[in-house]
């Protein structure tokens, strides 16, 4: 067999694998999360549906757009209902409602990258007593709910190079598999993933946001932070 050949049967492998693998993801929201992620799990060849209260206007239509062949937008309801994945891009002090109302997650994976941000006076607060995470879990569960995504903004996520070197994304959940499906969403995009246990840690990887956000917007010396993986 010439090399040619054997060339053209590894890229064809290669597709067939990627289609394979290649899940309907559904992004819950059309704000900057929502921008930053679903073009780019689009790169990676799964199918992306946007879960928006307005599918048709022009916003949701141009991020539509931007998410390759086979994206659409619809209703939330609607949109997790079609979803093996479903991202919650949403406010963080809604998680609640917003996952109640979208009907029946049993079996899907639930990547949560929200901060449950209040503000009291001058600074931010954590506003729930455990985690977004573990409400969601609450509220659906059975569901896998992984954390993921809420420790940097939607520039480094879609351009990691600019943080000066490798990023690592938190994964909390109860749920190993799940978490293994997440990783690869993380690393496809150039991002390193790193499993720190159940969802009750999600508490403190939602703290996180909390020091940044605080010093950032306050009255303290602001900074930029970026987990990295120890060699």
Do not use: C
């Amino acid at each position: 067999m010439t090399a040619r050949k054997l060339l053209s049967l590894s890229v064809i492998l290669s597709l067939l694998l990627s289609t394979a693998s290649a899940e309907t993801i559904a992004i819950i929201g059309t704000g900057d999360v929502a921008t930053a992620l679903g073009p780019e799990f689009a790169d990676q060849g799964h199918e992306i549906v946007y879960g928006s209260r307005t599918p048709d206007s022009d916003k949701a239509r141009e991020l539509v757009a931007r998410s390759g062949e086979g994206a659409s937008a619809t209703s939330p309801g609607e949109a997790a209902k079609a979803a093996d994945i479903v991202v919650l891009a949403v406010p963080g002090l809604m998680v609640r409602e917003i996952t109640a109302g979208l009907g029946d997650l049993s079996g899907k994976i639930i990547i949560d990258p929200t901060n449950p941000l209040q503000r009291k006076t001058l600074t931010f607060h954590h506003a729930v007593e455990t985690s977004n995470a573990q409400i969601i879990q609450e509220v659906a569960p059975d569901a896998h709910v992984v954390k993921a995504f809420n420790t940097l903004n939607w520039k480094t996520m879609i351009d990691p190079d600019s943080s000066g070197g490798p990023v690592s994304i938190p994964l909390a959940g109860d749920s190993r598999s799940a978490k293994r499906t997440v990783a690869k969403l993380v690393e496809g995009m150039g991002l390193d993933a790193i499993d720190v246990g159940g969802i009750e840690n999600a508490h403190w990887v939602e703290g996180m946001l909390i020091l940044w956000i605080n010093n950032r917007y306050g009255t303290r010396e602001s900074f930029d932070y970026h987990l990295r993986k120890t060699k």
